[in-house]
């Protein structure tokens, strides 16, 4: 009960602190539909899963956060941007950077070094190196993961790093639940979300907070 209890709060933050514009939400849309069809994937063709789940998905999401999300102040939650980046749970912008650029990296190495210094067998043509490649990419997206979960083990507890790694697997389907309608919102001109939901949460707490006062 407490993991799901996690998962619910982990969800909520991420949506009310990390998702106001709707550019944003609408780029998750998209990058929820990549995820998904790249899991289908997973068994049929690994070059396709990779290259979907980075080039579409991760970077459809990605950015969003980086170029359209509001980086001043929330009035909607009264925190700061960079209150924000401090209590993320998972990747914050900086983490986000470092990870993107050993992900943009990857392809150099590989034609560097075509063996991963000793660790696979050298591809001979075009299609091997976007295999080994794709493979690369899907050992570092599981790594990505279980690195920051254990790590959210040592900085918080086993239940906040198993609920994180839950969020993970499945925010495409939480996305797309959350934010089918983003698109119909940005063809009305509105560029923000009103977190109409999220002020009356906070209308709420602060009602029974008084209550109990």
């Known amino acids: 009960m407490r993991l799901l209890h996690e998962l619910r ?10 998702h106001h514009s709707r550019v944003n939400q609408s780029l998750h849309l998209l990058s929820a539909l990549s995820f998904l069809t790249a899991y289908a994937y997973v068994l ?30 929330d009035r909607v939650n009264r925190v700061t941007h960079d209150y924000k980046e401090q209590i993320k749970i998972g990747y914050n912008l ?7 650029s050993i992900w943009g990296a990857s392809p150099i190495v590989l034609i560097v070094e075509p063996s991963l210094f000793g660790l696979i067998t050298p591809y001979r043509d075009l299609y091997g190196y976007f295999y080994d ?10 790594a990505a993961l279980v690195f920051r979960t254990v790590h959210l083990f040592f900085i918080y507890d086993v239940i906040t790093g198993l609920a994180w790694f839950l969020k993970i697997l499945t ?37 029974s907070q008084a209550r109990e006062g």
């Open 171 to 207: 925010d495409p389907f939480h996305d797309v639940k959350l934010y089918y309608k983003a698109p119909l919102h940005l063809l009305k001109g509105e560029l923000i979300d009103p977190m109409i939901e999220v002020r009356q949460d906070s209308t709420l707490a602060v009602y």
């Open 133 to 142: 490649l794709s493979v690369l990419w899907l050992c570092l997206g599981g």
């Open 9 to 18: 709060e982990q969800r909520w933050d991420d949506h009310r602190y990390y």
């Open 44 to 73: 049929i063709n690994p070059v396709v899963t990779a290259l979907l789940g980075w080039i579409v998905a991760m970077c459809s999401r990605q950015i969003g956060h980086f170029f359209f999300e509001p980086k001043g102040y």
């Open 94 to 100: 900086r983490r986000k950077i470092v990870l993107l």
